[in-house]
Structure formats: C-alpha cells, structure tokens
C-alpha cells in the first residue's frame, strides 16, 4: 500500500509544469525555518527576562546551549544512520513534533532542570536531524542543481531566524516568557509538520522520477523543466559508497576535520557577537542591528553559495570558504564604529551562509545518494565537537584576558590551516568492480 505522502506526491508531479524535487525542497524548507526557533540568537531575547524573572544566572542560562551541542555528538551518527534507514520524511516530521512540544514545554519550565531538559532537547533538533535529515534528502533529489536547491533551505532558515526572534521579542513585551514560549512551539508545529510529512518522498525513484530534474517517461504530458531535456550528469559517484567505504577515505576526515573548523568559529560568533560588539563601544540598539544585518546577508547569500558550489569544484569553494573564515576573526578586530561592525557582520554573514550550503554539497557529490545520511551523520561530529569547543575556548579566553583578541587570532590562524589542508586534499577515489579503471570523483 502506498504511503499517503506517495500518493499525494503522484498526483502533483503529474501535474505540476515543473520538477517535483521543488515542492521537497519547499517541505524540508519548512523544517529548517522552524528549527530556528531554539537559536542562541533566540535564547538572548529571553535571556535578561529570565535572569530576572526566576533569579538565574546567565551562564545558567546559557549552559542549556552547551548540554545540547555535547548531547548531539552522541546522537549525530545513529541519526544519520536513521535516515538512511528509515527515510528523511519520518525523521524531519517526527523531529518537528518533538520540537514544538519542547518549546511549548519551556512555558512550564520554572526550575533549572526542567528547563535544560526542554532547551537541551530543541537544541538536539536543531543541531542534528533536520541538519542530516533536510540535506540528505535534497541530495538524493538533486544532482545538477544541488547547490541551488540546498541554498534555498538555507534561506528559509535565515528567514526563521529573524522571524522567530522577532515573535519571541514582542510576544515577551506584550505578554509574557511563558506566552513567548507557547508562541513560538506553536508556529513550529503550524509551519513545519504537515508540509514535511504529506509532502516529502524519501527518493525520486519512489515515484518514478529521476534525480537531476528528469523525469520518468510515463508522465509524457509534463514539461520541458518536469520532463528534463537537460541530460543526466554522468557521474558515478552518485552511485553511491558505503559508510564503512567512506570511512576509509582521507577525503571524509579532511571534509569533517574543516567543516568542524568551520563551525567552531561560527559557534563563537553567534554566541559572544553581540557581547562583542558592546565591548567595542556599540550601544545595545547597533550591536543588534548589526547582527540584524548578519541574518540579512545569510539569506541572500545562501543562494549566492548554492550558485558557486554548482560552478566550482568542492575543493576550491571550500578553500575560498576556509579564507574568508579566517578573514572574517580580523575584520572583527577592526571593529570601533557602527559602519565597521555592519562590515564585519556582513562578512560574518557570508561565511555563515557558506558554512550552511557548501558542506552537504560536498559530503553529496564526494560520496553519493545511497547512504548519504549516515555519512553526514559522521561528518557532523566534527560540526558538534567544533561549536562546544569554540563558545566554551572563546569564553575562557574572555575570563582570564578580558578580550577576544587572543581567541580571535586563533581561529584566524585556525582558517588559514584549514585552508591549506582541503586545498591539497583530493576527492576520494573508489575503484570500480569487475576490472573496471578506477574512477575520479573530483566531481563539482
């Protein structure tokens, strides 16, 4: 019997004047906005209230952020290997029902340990299966135009991120923390759950169709985009390895090593950014329209990303990535006046935008469809270990020298190494069975 979301999914794609594979994007869209509403961002609109309201300290407060990033090393693999096993659309549906549950449970959460269990939770959604579960079925629909589709979550996640701040901060103003809470699990569960289970299909084999916008012949009626007249990349990578295969390859721990990198310094930015930037001399108001200005280029730089991933190969966009990184430590150095912190946040901005699409681009096109989640579920230990090590290193460094500057030129340095490493990395190289020449998957 086919499964209600496969039936709804046949209908469409016979009808729609283009690909199916965009009304997945459209439903995984859903879950990465929603996901949002558990950000740091997030949790510094309530973080003064709640100090104030229930007498906690604010590294209480902020301690949630940590137990869930550490929480989400252990989970990250046996996700990934969920979703391979038991397809993307039950796990984001699913992880979206326990996300608005647990954000509407906060309402309630009056003591210490209530509260971690709620926000821990949330922050284990955002960390790891809508991260694994979004990217992996984007890949698995897309090869041509991964790099777009991906950028275009992506932008629905920054969108969230504005949108959710925004609610959380007048619904505290006009209410209360409890409503603000309610508020927000509410548009969770609105946006995010029916769009992810009625309409995403785990492979566009389950329907008939094919990866790389074409389509089966038995919908000879479609269009030119539905039908895809373009051709089929050759590439066999898309085949597929196996994680035991992968995990041979200096490729995969080159790709987890940067990556991982990569977000330790976004960990430190989005959690100390604003803090920063008062330190710098900007009142409360500037430093949060500079970071205002961060989430704006993310969005539109995810796009500008997806386009760049589709055109360059993923070494050379992850080195161009890993530079800007290091570039992005310094310009924040630079910062003493509201037109330098709009500067540096926009730079930020790119490189988050980048740390976002540029990755499950390149774990898809070096490794394949068949068990992408559950080696994205590998990789993004190094994702999860980086942001618990940069906020706390970032932290401590602040504690003993009263500035960022040592932590700043550190991860600056750490960049530029990082750099260095992927641009002389290689693309993994699976030999083919039965006598066949060993391929080359320097793919894009």
């Known amino acids: ?84 096993r038991y397809g993307a659309r039950l796990i984001l549906a699913g992880s979206m029902l326990v996300l608005g549950v647990a954000m509407v449970s906060l309402a309630w959460a009056t003591v210490p340990v209530f509260f971690y269990v709620g926000f821990a939770t949330a922050r284990v959604i955002f960390h790891v299966p809508v991260q694994i579960g979004s990217g992996a079925l984007i890949s698995r629909w897309f090869i041509r135009k991964r790099g777009r589709a991906i950028g275009v979550i992506y932008l629905a996640g920054a969108i969230g991120g504005i949108v ?29 759950v029916l769009p992810s289970a009625l309409l995403i299909v785990d492979r566009p084999e389950d329907i008939g169709l094919e990866p790389n916008n074409r389509i089966s ?38 790709l987890t090593g940067v990556v991982g990198a990569l977000f330790m ?28 200005i961060n989430a704006i280029v993310n969005a539109f730089a995810s796009l500008v990303w997806g386009a760049i991933i589709e055109k360059a190969s993923v070494r050379w966009a992850m080195t161009g990535l890993m530079l800007l990184s290091a570039v992005s430590s310094l310009v924040l150095l630079a910062v003493n006046l509201h037109l ?5 946040s926009a730079v930020l901005g790119l490189v988050s935008a980048g740390s976002n699409v540029i990755p499950p681009v390149a774990f898809a ?25 940069g906020a706390v290193f970032s932290g401590l460094v602040y504690d003993f020298s009263g500035s960022y500057v040592i932590a700043f030129l550190t991860f600056s340095l750490l960049g530029l190494v990082s750099a260095v490493v992927v641009s002389s990395s290689r693309p993994p190289i699976k030999e083919a069975t039965r006598g066949s020449a060993a391929i080359d998957l320097g793919v894009k």
């Not at 960990?267 to 500079?290: C, E, K, N, P």
């Not at 096109?365 to 618990?388: A, K, P």
């Open 265 to 292: 310094v976004q960990a430190v930015i989005s959690v100390h950014m604003g803090a920063f930037y008062q330190d710098r001399g900007l009142s409360l108001t500037a430093a949060a329209f500079a970071i205002t």
């Open 365 to 389: 096109s070096y490794f394949g469809r068949r068990s992408i989640g559950s080696i994205r579920g590998i990789g993004e230990t190094g994702v999860q270990i980086g942001q618990t090590i």
């Open 217 to 254: 012949p038995r919908f000879p009626n479609a269009s030119d985009e539905a039908r895809g007249n373009l051709p089929v990349i050759p590439n066999q990578v898309e085949d597929g390895w196996s994680p035991r295969q992968a995990m041979r390859t200096r490729a995969l721990w080159v």
């Open 1 to 84: 019997m086919l499964e209600i979301s496969h039936v709804i999914a046949n209908k469409l794609s016979a009808r729609l004047p283009f690909y199916y594979g965009w009304v997945v994007v459209f439903a995984a869209g859903t879950t990465v906005f929603a996901r949002m509403a558990p950000t740091t961002t997030t949790l510094a609109v309530f973080l003064s209230s709640m100090s104030e309201e229930f007498g906690w300290s604010r590294t209480l407060i902020a301690g949630s952020v940590s137990v869930g990033a550490f929480s989400s090393i252990f989970l990250t693999p046996i996700v990934g290997w969920a979703v391979d």
């Open 164 to 192: 959710t701040i925004q609610i959380a901060s007048l619904a505290i103003s006009h209410w209360s923390i409890g409503a603000a809470w309610i508020t927000l699990g509410v548009l969770v569960l609105a946006i995010s």
């Open 340 to 344: 330098s912190a709009l500067a540096a």
